[in-house]
């Protein structure tokens, strides 16, 4: 079984149990300003919750993959876009375990540090003295509001990555937010809250200093850095869209004690919601407790063996993927019950129904996941590999 820094972890969920009310009660705020208030941003980044993935060793507090999840479930069942922010910033801030120290340094020296990127678009980085000249686009960049620096991934001019392919050399690129160009594209409904703008930049100079080499072994020792940025985006945006179902059937529960369909009994008296509530609620169980199970066998290796076994690796592929599409079922089930009052932006489920909806389009819900799960299962070698 994982063993957790109990103190530490203890400390990391009190602190985030505290604000979850306010997370809560700006809400509206959140989704109509389409970003995390900067006020709220700040009680985070100075309670730690934005280097929680970053190496004790440059200022970070390098919490189990366990326990982050924890606080991940918490923050989505108060609203998917804080969390989805909360998760991705966290992601990108295991780069500081990869990259050489004096960068690290530099972006963490700031307490209130918080990294932003998205997919690459057609981005290439010319070498010239003493850097790059970078120019692309990079859309889907969560927290881009309130990010401190832009994550740009590219592909090296002119060079051949060390893998053995003919693959071009990929790097990290660190910018200083206010140096890249932010594009308003985030016309959306669900997640409306993680402001997911793109950024441009065209012949921006980069300093060598400010990147490193994608693909090479970690520098920090920690068993976090053992996990590839695919399978802790996975899990945490599997565990946002599994807290925000949660909280769906949490919030159907509390409303049918009062409601009354017109003309009807009780909503609660209702066979049909008993039915259709005890099935929500096995659904989600189960979802849940593959993912749990999925992720405290890989930290397990992670602790024990220093090595992440492929087969457990396709195994948090699978159960991330499923849960993604399980919370969508879930929802699905709470808005049907939820009546003609589910259409209204002021009510929860609706939020919640188009936050799930919005995960499962994302990368990370693709059906073709249970694709790759199948064919390894099989014994073939998988077309992606995403894990």
């Known amino acids: 079984m994982v063993k957790l820094e109990a103190k530490q972890d203890s400390q990391f969920l009190d602190f985030t149990t505290s604000i979850v009310p306010e997370i809560k009660n700006r809400v509206s705020e959140i989704t109509d300003s389409r970003q995390i208030p900067i006020d709220l941003i700040h009680k985070m980044a100075d309670g730690g919750l934005f280097r929680l993935y970053v190496p004790k060793s440059v200022g970070g507090h390098e919490v189990s993959f366990v326990e982050f999840l924890k606080l991940v479930s918490l923050i989505a069942q108060a609203d998917a876009s804080v969390a989805w922010c909360f998760n991705q910033n966290n992601v990108l801030a295991t780069t500081s375990g990869f990259m050489h120290k004096s960068l690290a340094e530099k ?9 932003s990127n998205g997919p690459p678009i057609s981005p290439n980085a010319i070498p010239v003295e003493g850097g790059y000249n970078l120019s692309g686009r990079w859309n889907f960049s969560s927290g881009s509001r309130h990010a401190t620096w832009a994550l740009a991934i590219a592909p090296i001019s002119g060079r051949i990555g060390s893998n053995g392919s003919d693959s071009k050399e990929m790097r990290d690129m660190f910018i200083p937010n206010n140096e890249v160009d932010w594009v308003d594209t985030w016309d959306v409904n669900g997640l409306r809250g993680t402001g997911s703008f793109s950024f441009t930049v065209n012949d921006k100079f980069v300093p060598e200093e400010n990147t490193y080499v994608l693909g090479g072994p970690p520098v920090a020792e920690g068993p976090l850095y053992l996990f590839s940025r695919t399978l802790l985006f996975c899990a945490g945006f599997a565990t946002t869209a599994l807290g925000a179902a949660r909280s769906s059937i949490d919030s159907l529960i509390g409303d049918t004690s ?6 009807q009994n009780k909503l609660s008296l209702q066979p049909f ?5 005890g099935q ?3 659904i989600w169980r189960s979802a849940n407790s593959y993912l749990n199970e999925a992720v405290e066998e890989l930290w397990d290796q992670a602790i024990n063996d220093r090595k992440l076994q492929e087969k457990s690796r396709v195994n948090l592929r699978l159960a991330s993927t499923h849960s993604i599409r399980e919370a969508v079922r879930v929802t699905d089930i709470i808005y049907n ?8 932006e002021s009510t929860p489920i609706q939020r919640k129904s ?4 919005a995960i499962s389009q994302q990368i990370q819900g693709r059906m073709a996941h249970y694709d790759t799960a199948g064919q390894f299962f099989l014994g073939l070698e998988p077309e992606v590999k995403l894990y």
């Open 107 to 115: 972006i963490w020296s700031d307490p209130r540090a918080i990294l």
């Open 258 to 263: 009062s409601r009354t369909p017109q003309d």
């Open 273 to 277: 919601t008993h039915r259709e509530l």
């Open 280 to 282: 929500a609620e096995a």
């Open 337 to 344: 019950l939820s009546g003609s009052t589910a259409i209204f």
């Open 354 to 357: 188009q936050d799930v909806r």
